[in-house]
């Protein structure tokens, strides 16, 4: 059965900890740690201890890739891979999602590929890229990621799809998810409303279905075709007035969820 779960990102910057509670309130089958400058986040004895209180395993973890988190693990991007696979492992977790390398991060990223089959090999655990979208400053292209910021045709084992970065990018979820094809490990459950081509400027990481994306559609092929990744919510709530309205918003998601991979809803 394919599993839901909530990134622990969807409740930034509330407390890991406090993240588990609504992951469970909500009614996710499980958390995505993304790791940042929060401790716990690096922690597996912790996040053990979290995942037992609130019955909630931890399906992923989400290397600390933002500028955030430039100096968590050091400043070496093989070396905070490394520790994620690791920490994937420890924790019980079976993919680690990973972006493309910065241009700037010249040596990881000319041997990105190699390095992420390597860490795969080694650890066990799977690393989902992910897609992410072309960055613009003053209407001009810039090429920010190397090799690039679309793993479709990369050679990797394992992607992760990512709705509100599709959109940014002005491409469909869908059409991502049938070209991924079995490579397609991870979904980041979210929604976008328009392209940069169309003058959207932020990843604005909606809820599903109040965007444009065809996200129905694509859980509704990936429950079709007995697809057996994970879906992970990873939505912004930090404009929610209180944890009452942040809940809210988090339950819609996991009944959108349920619904359209043609799972009973709690």
């Not at 799977?126 to 992410?132: A, D, H, K, R, T």
């Not at 929610?240 to 809940?247: I, N």
Request: with cysteine; charged share 25%.
């Amino acid at each position: 059965m394919i599993q839901i779960g909530m990134s622990t990102s969807c409740v930034y910057p509330l407390e890991t900890e406090r993240a588990f509670q609504l992951a469970r309130e909500a009614g996710f089958d499980g958390v995505e740690v993304m790791v940042t400058n929060a401790a716990t986040t690096r922690d597996a004895v912790e996040l053990r201890k979290l995942s037992k209180k609130y019955h909630l395993p931890i399906l992923s973890i989400h290397a600390p890739v933002l500028l955030l988190t430039t100096f968590v693990w050091g400043r070496d991007p093989q070396v905070k891979l490394e520790r994620s696979a690791e920490l994937a492992a420890a924790v019980g977790a079976d993919t680690v999602v990973v972006h493309p390398p910065f241009r700037w991060q010249k040596d990881y990223s000319e041997n990105f590929l190699e390095i992420v089959r390597r860490i795969e090999t080694s650890s066990g655990i799977n690393i989902g890229v992910e897609n992410m979208f072309p960055w613009k400053a003053k209407g001009r292209s810039v090429a920010a990621y190397a090799p690039g910021w679309d793993p479709s045709d990369w050679d990797c084992d394992n992607v992760t799809l990512d709705f509100s970065h599709a959109s940014l990018a002005g491409q469909s979820g869908l059409e991502l998810a049938q070209h991924f094809g079995d490579r397609l490990r991870h979904i980041h459950l979210c929604d976008g409303s328009g392209s940069q081509d169309d003058g959207q400027i932020f990843d604005e990481h909606l809820i599903p279905g109040m965007g444009t994306q065809p996200v129905a559609e694509t859980l509704e092929y990936l429950a079709a075709k007995n697809w057996d990744g994970a879906v992970v919510a990873e939505i912004n709530t930090r404009r929610a007035k209180s944890d009452a309205e942040r809940l809210k918003a988090l339950r819609k998601t996991v009944r959108f969820a349920r619904t359209h991979l043609g799972l009973h809803t709690r």
